[in-house]
C-alpha cells in the first residue's frame, strides 16, 4: 500500500507555497456560522430599536420624547453597537481563517494556477475599491476549483454572485443611513427606514455568507473523500 497522503493534491508547478496538508474545516464552519449568527442577532435588534424609535417620533414628535425615554434608547443603542462590533470583529477574523485555509486546501486538493494566493484572498477584503471586486473572486475560485475538476472554468451557483451584492448593498445603505440630516423630523425618520433596510440586507448577506462557506467546506470534503478511495 502506498505511504501518499490521500488528501494531498499533485504538486503545483512553479507553486513557492508552504505545503500545508488538507484540513476538514468543519469545526471552524461551525465557528463562523456562530459568529454571523450575532451579527444576524445584532441586526435584528437594531430593526427592532429603529422600529421603536419610529413609533415614538410619531407620537411624541422629535424634540418632545420624554428624557427616561432617550436615556432608556440611548442605553439599548450603546448595548447593540459593542454586541455587534464584537460579533462583527469575530466573523472577519474567522472567515478570513477559512477561506484563507480554503485557499491552501483546494491547492492541497489539486487546484493548478490558481489567480489568487491564500494571502490575497484574504487582503483584497481590506484594499479600498479593489475590494468591491476581489473578493468575490477570490471566493468564487475556490468554489470552482473545489469541485471534481478542480478547474476555474466551472459555472458557479447564482446564490454566490446574490450574496456578495446583498453585502455590498448592506454597507451602502448602512453609510447612507448616517448621512442624513437627522434635524427635522422626516429626515430623522427617514434615516431610521434606511438604516432597517440595512439591517435586513445584512442579515440576508450573514446567511449567504454561511451557505456559500458551507458550500465550499462540502465541495472540498467530497473531493478529498474522492482520492481517499
Not at 427617514?190 to 458551507?214: C, E, G, K, M, P
Request: net charge positive; hydrophobic share 50%; proline share 4%.
Amino acid at each position: 500500500m502506498s505511504d501518499q497522503n490521500p488528501y494531498v493534491g499533485p504538486k503545483q508547478a512553479g507553486n513557492a507555497l508552504p505545503e500545508f496538508p488538507y484540513v476538514n474545516q468543519r469545526a471552524r464552519l461551525l465557528l463562523v456560522g456562530c459568529a454571523l449568527g450575532g451579527c444576524a442577532l445584532s441586526s435584528i435588534a437594531g430593526i427592532a430599536l429603529d422600529y421603536y424609535m419610529l413609533t415614538l417620533v410619531a407620537q411624541h414628535g422629535l424634540s418632545t420624547v420624554p428624557d427616561d425615554t432617550v436615556r432608556l434608547t440611548d442605553l439599548l443603542d450603546a448595548l447593540i453597537y459593542v454586541f455587534d462590533r464584537l460579533t462583527a470583529l469575530a466573523a472577519i477574523v474567522l472567515f478570513s481563517m477559512f477561506v484563507y485555509r480554503a485557499n491552501h486546501n483546494a491547492r492541497r486538493l489539486g487546484a493548478k494556477r490558481m489567480r489568487f494566493t491564500p494571502a490575497w484572498t484574504v487582503g483584497w477584503f481590506f484594499v479600498p475599491i479593489f475590494n468591491l471586486v476581489r473578493p468575490y473572486g477570490a471566493v468564487r475560485e475556490i468554489w470552482q476549483v473545489s469541485g471534481k475538476r478542480t478547474s476555474a472554468t466551472a459555472e458557479t451557483p447564482g446564490f454566490l454572485l446574490f450574496w456578495w451584492w446583498t453585502w455590498i448593498a448592506s454597507v451602502v445603505l448602512e453609510r447612507l443611513s448616517f448621512r442624513f440630516d437627522q434635524e427635522t423630523l422626516e429626515l430623522y425618520t427617514n434615516s431610521l427606514w434606511v438604516d432597517i433596510a440595512a439591517q435586513a440586507t445584512r442579515i440576508l448577506a450573514a446567511v449567504l455568507a454561511f451557505a456559500v462557506l458551507r458550500a465550499i467546506h462540502e465541495r472540498q470534503q467530497a473531493r478529498a473523500e474522492r482520492l481517499h478511495r
